[in-house]
């Protein structure tokens, strides 16, 4: 699935001030299957469901842009919290890194396709 950086799209975003204090801010399209991903959303982020991927996604990121600063600083935490991830899930490194054993679509993809289906 591709990112839609359309206008109302719901979201929620976490961000810091100059002292460092992390405040989170969000946005909720009225339209109810937007209310529902946005619901599913939540769950997702703050059940874990989507710790290892958004992990391994700014880390893959970071590595791709040439940022070796913003890496660098960032490596050791990123790999703390996954091997803390893969613990906690039971998830070895051969499981992680060989991943034809995974769904071939994601339950946010599943979710997206749903409630999609349901407007047509």
């Known amino acids: 699935m591709q990112y839609n950086d359309k206008e109302n799209q719901s979201f929620i975003k976490f961000f810091f001030d100059e002292d460092g204090q992390i405040f989170c801010d969000f946005g909720i399209n009225d339209d109810a299957p937007e209310i529902e991903l946005f619901a599913q959303m939540l769950h997702q982020i703050f059940s874990g469901n989507l710790t290892g991927e958004t992990l391994f996604h700014i880390y893959t990121k970071l590595v791709?842009?040439?940022?070796?600063?913003?890496?660098?600083v960032l490596k050791e935490t990123i790999?703390?919290?996954?091997?803390?991830?893969m613990e906690e899930n039971?998830?070895?490194?051969?499981?992680?890194?060989?991943?034809?054993?995974?769904?071939?679509?994601?339950?946010?993809?599943?979710?997206?396709?749903?409630?999609?289906s349901k407007k047509q």
Not at 64 to 72: C, D, L
Not at 79 to 85: S, T
Not at 90 to 110: A, H, Q, R
Request: net charge negative.
């Open 64 to 72: 791709g842009s040439g940022r070796e600063n913003i890496k660098e």
């Open 90 to 116: 039971g998830i070895s490194e051969e499981d992680y890194e060989n991943p034809k054993d995974k769904p071939v679509i994601s339950p946010t993809d599943l979710v997206y396709r749903i409630v999609n």
């Open 79 to 85: 790999q703390l919290m996954m091997d803390r991830y």
